[in-house]
């Protein structure tokens, strides 16, 4: 047998694992139970403590895992079984049906446009409504819809089949079966990460009874650009942009009666981000946050909560939230606490988020057993105090917080870790050579430039700031420009498809992408240039957007919407009130005038004036 292994759970920590695995030339599985892989990171608005968009950072590595040459993504899947020793694992699994042909599929989504059945949408946990056929989220890997057979029209009464009578492919198949795969490998990760608390069974604090107490991960898809309100913050009741917040802390974790006596690791973290957040989306917004201890000890963390107490006026208050009431004619919440000093406060609060603590999950409990290594008291997967990715079964590792809970840098730091002795066990083993063809390069020489510009809109993240239609339509008429279009999410699957159509259809020869940083997204696009037979390098990608803050009267505010390193333009920002801001410090003087600084000769009638820039570091 040559290097096989097998990665269990498909968040963060398990793509880092496969990524890593495949990197190195050993073929990996990668099984996920949910229909795609991404996991929680995938409905996180951003990440703590810079505050980075959490699906720019996670959608470039769904993109590479989903067409990594070593990779096979085995999806809507379990682990049924393991057998045999290291280096000859034999692995049962089960791969349960889709009602959709993943060969025959090309996720245009007319299936999903024609269903007339809407069903709660898993992805924004249940804050909105989806299809009952549906593709979990736009970046999906595999993008391939999945139907819920038990709201389907069909399977529950046998009439309808919509969705057939339009896919062009014929590609949905109501009789699929459940399949048992037999795999064989050589070593094994679990990376079945923890779930939520349920915070019903804390029904002190009102949850599922008022409708503006919510939980940590519903307000983090309120937050979000893809969630269901389009990234603007309101109450669920009725609509209403909240003025005051508050948020309790552990509600589900360092609770003796609940059960986990552990402490959640990451919620006063992302308590003090989504405080940060939401006075980003609402400058007026009074945020305060009810604690026991803040644990803030990772790197920058303890300045990242102070700038939440100092700059964004959140408030810290040492105490526990004895009672919650709501008002039935406002459903305004009125919550009673308890202050150091011993005094019973009464405050009102229009939005109530619980910070629900992570706990071992019943698929991870599972997985435990069918694979035959220990759970620890608390739950959590039973790994070395000194050998963190080490089980109590050798050949099977571990990462992420399967084995307890923590945050995303360390859970893939563990992921490279858990790889990498997955990896080291399969020494002996000879590597598989899996060949992947590119297409032979487009000789352009003496053919003139035929660019083609495609500019993200990252959900609202920069549609709301800048009018995406406005410079795709003056990017249009530049020389050399045949073709210019706007994305939903640049770095998604689908929207490769789209950029290699338009080389392929336009005999584009040079691509400009206006989207995030080059660090994480350069490589995405280079490699979709040159699976389309494209020179890599004929490729160019904006730098990140900045927001010029320009305060003057009859003057609007102007955004920069394309910049390079010598030159930026600047148009109308769509946003006026500056919600959004990437602030940086910026010194810049017109081309033309180079002895007048940019802040005192710019008017809002320069629109499409090049000047000349340097960006400084904040």
Known sequence: MHKKAMVIGGGVAGIQAALDLGDMGVETYLVEKDPSVGGRMAQLDKTFPTNDCAMCILSPKLVEVGSHPYITI??????????????????????????????????????????PTKVPDPYNKGLSQTKCIRIPFPQAVPAIPIMDKETCRYHLTG?????????????????????VLELEVGSLIIACGSQEFDAGLKNEYGYKLFPNVITSIEFERILSASGPTGGHVVRPSDG???KRIAILQCVGSRDVQAGNEHCSAICCMQAAKDAIIAQEHLPEVQTTIFYMDVRAYGKGFDRFVDRAKEKHKTRFICGRIASVEADPQTDTLLIQYITQEGNIRREEFDLLVLSVGLEPSESS?????????????RGFLDVGT????????????????????????????????????????????????????????????????????FICRCGINI????????????VSSLPGVKHAQELLFACAQDSQKIIKAAIEEKGLNRVVVSACTPRTHEPLFQKTLRESGVNPYLFAISLPIVILKYRRRNTRCLSIVHATSESIRLYPSRNNSMRHLVQSSIQAVPTNRSDQPILQEMQASQQGVVFQVQVLQQ
């Open 365 to 377: 409990r599972d997985a435990a057993r069918r694979l035959g290594v220990f759970m620890d008291t």
């Open 386 to 453: 000194f050998r963190p990715v080490n089980t109590t079964r050798t050949g099977v590792f571990s990462c992420g917080s399967i084995s307890g809970p923590k945050d995303i840098p360390e859970s893939v730091m563990e992921a490279s870790g858990a790889a990498s002795a997955a990896a080291a066990l399969l020494g002996e083993l000879q590597s598989k050579e899996i060949r992947f063809e590119y297409p032979p390069e487009k000789d352009i020489r003496g053919i003139p430039p035929r660019v083609g510009v």
């Open 463 to 474: 549609a709301s700031t800048v009018d995406v239609p406005q410079v795709v339509e003056y």
């Open 240 to 242: 209403k942009e909240p």
């Open 74 to 115: 085995v999806s809507n899947a379990e682990v049924l079984s393991l057998e045999g020793s290291p280096c000859n694992f034999r692995v049962k699994v089960l791969k349960k049906p889709r009602y959709v042909d993943e060969e025959k599929c090309t996720g245009c989504g007319i299936c999903m446009s024609k269903c």
């Open 159 to 179: 009439k309808c089949r919509v969705c057939e009578k339009f896919c062009e492919v014929k590609a949905i198949d109501f009789e699929q079966k459940e399949q």
